[in-house]
């Protein structure tokens, strides 16, 4: 009987852990970050918005607290390549927390900063940068697959045979 209760007490206790906010899991790391200055906020929204560009090319995980973009193996964003020999130093992470700052490492560096206004501030950019990707990359595979596979020729008869 107390095997049962123990057993029940435990899975309750992780349920509720893992239904902890992340904010509160994470706020340990307060520590690791340091006040930003004004020309850091602005260099680091600019860095951010430009390796939105590279969005194929990134992993990306977004939720209501937490953003996270890192590289893929073997993309190169410095060239805009794809290499399988590129170098495994050269990973890109950054780890924007909402109620924190973020944490960037790439190479042998690595800072965290305070910035509980970052999150905020690029997710709607990040939204309407999602957007105008989706709709180019539709339109790239719609042209390519119609035409590679002679559907752009029957659509077009199609067409013309409705007049």
Known sequence: MKSKKLK???KESLNEFQNTPTAIKSSFNNYLFTDVSDDIKSKT?????RLLNFRDNLNMSIDEDHIYISS?????FTKNTTNSLQN???????????????L???????FAFKDTNLYQDVISKIEITFKELNEQNFIEIYGTVLKESGLSRDS????????
């Open 8 to 10: 029940k007490l435990i």
């Open 45 to 49: 929204r600019n860095l951010i918005y």
């Open 72 to 76: 893929e193996t073997g993309f190169d």
């Open 88 to 102: 495994p130093s050269d990973y890109l992470s950054i780890d924007i927390i909402k109620q924190t700052g973020y």
């Open 104 to 110: 960037f490492h790439w190479r042998d560096k690595r």
């Open 156 to 163: 077009n008869l199609d067409e013309l045979l409705s007049l």
